[in-house]
T-cell receptor, first 119, second 114 residues
Framework: DAGVIQSPRHEVTEMGQEVTLRCKPI?????LFWYRQTMMRGLELLIY????????DSGMPEDRFSAKMPNASFSTLKIQPSEPRDSAVYFC?????????????????FGPGTRLLVL | GENVEQHPSTLSVQEGDSAVIKCTYS??????FPWYKQELGKRPQLIID?????GEKKDQRIAVTLNKTAKHFSLHITETQPEDSAVYFC?????????????FGKGTHLIIQP
C-alpha cells in the first residue's frame, strides 16, 4: 500500500492567491483528517470526515479555509485568499473504523505533508 | 474540548539511559492515547498507543502507562539509542462523543547524547 498521498509536497505562493492541497487516503480507510503544524501552535486538527461527510470543522481557522471530500479516495483543503500566517505544514491523515457498528476507531496514519509558504 | 499538556519540551539524555515524557489531559471521556514520533522534516509516525481499559503497554524498549484517575499518561524509552532522537507527541481522543480527531501535546524534543 502506498500510504496516504499528499500533493503538492511544497507550495510557495503570494499573499492573496488561492491554494489547494490534495490528499488521497489509504484505500479502505473511511475517516480522513486535516491537520496543520506550526512551531507556535504545534499540531492542530482542522477538520475531519467520516465516510466522506464532514463531521467536525471547528478547527478551521476562518472562512478562508474550506475542505471537501467528493469521494472516498480524494479530499482537498483550499485557502482563498491565502495570507502569510497560513504558512505551515499541512498533514492529511486517514484511519479505518472497524468493529460492530463501527465502534472501534483505528490508528491514524499521516501523509508526508505539504509545506506551504505564503509570501 | 480536550486539552493536552506535555512535559518536558526538551529532554537530553545519555545514550543507554532511559527517557520519560509525561502528558496530562483534561477530558475524562478521552479513552485513546497514542504517541507519535516525528523526525525532522518527516511525518508523525505512531510508535505506541494505549486504550483506557489498559494501565500499561510495552513494545520492546518502549512502554506507555496510563493513570485514568489522575488523567495522565507517560512514555518510557529504555536503553536509548541515537536513532531515538526526534520530537515525540502525545495525543488524546474522545471516541465516545463522536470527536474522532486527535488533540496533540506541544511535543518533546528528545536529544540522545553519544
Amino acid at each position: 500500500d502506498a500510504g496516504v498521498i499528499q500533493s503538492p509536497r511544497h507550495e510557495v505562493t503570494e499573499m492573496g492567491q488561492e491554494v489547494t492541497l490534495r490528499c488521497k487516503p489509504i484505500s479502505g480507510h473511511n475517516s480522513l483528517f486535516w491537520y496543520r503544524q506550526t512551531m507556535m501552535r504545534g499540531l492542530e486538527l482542522l477538520i475531519y470526515f467520516n465516510n466522506n461527510v464532514p463531521i467536525d470543522d471547528s478547527g478551521m481557522p476562518e472562512d478562508r479555509f474550506s475542505a471537501k471530500m467528493p469521494n472516498a479516495s480524494f479530499s482537498t483543503l483550499k485557502i482563498q485568499p491565502s495570507e502569510p500566517r497560513d504558512s505551515a505544514v499541512y498533514f492529511c491523515a486517514s484511519s479505518a473504523t472497524t468493529g460492530l457498528a463501527g465502534g472501534v476507531r483505528e490508528t491514524q496514519y499521516f501523509g508526508p505533508g505539504t509545506r506551504l509558504l505564503v509570501l | 474540548g480536550e486539552n493536552v499538556e506535555q512535559h518536558p519540551s526538551t529532554l537530553s539524555v545519555q545514550e543507554g539511559d532511559s527517557a520519560v515524557i509525561k502528558c496530562t489531559y483534561s477530558d475524562s471521556a478521552s479513552n485513546y492515547f497514542p504517541w507519535y514520533k516525528q523526525e525532522l522534516g518527516k511525518r508523525p509516525q505512531l510508535i505506541i498507543d494505549i486504550r483506557s481499559n489498559v494501565g500499561e503497554k510495552k513494545d520492546q524498549r518502549i512502554a506507555v502507562t496510563l493513570n485514568k484517575t489522575a488523567k495522565h499518561f507517560s512514555l518510557h524509552i529504555t536503553e536509548t539509542q541515537p536513532e531515538d532522537s526526534a520530537v515525540y507527541f502525545c495525543a488524546a481522543r474522545d471516541s465516545g462523543g463522536g470527536a474522532d480527531g486527535l488533540t496533540f501535546g506541544k511535543g518533546t524534543h528528545l536529544i540522545i547524547q553519544p
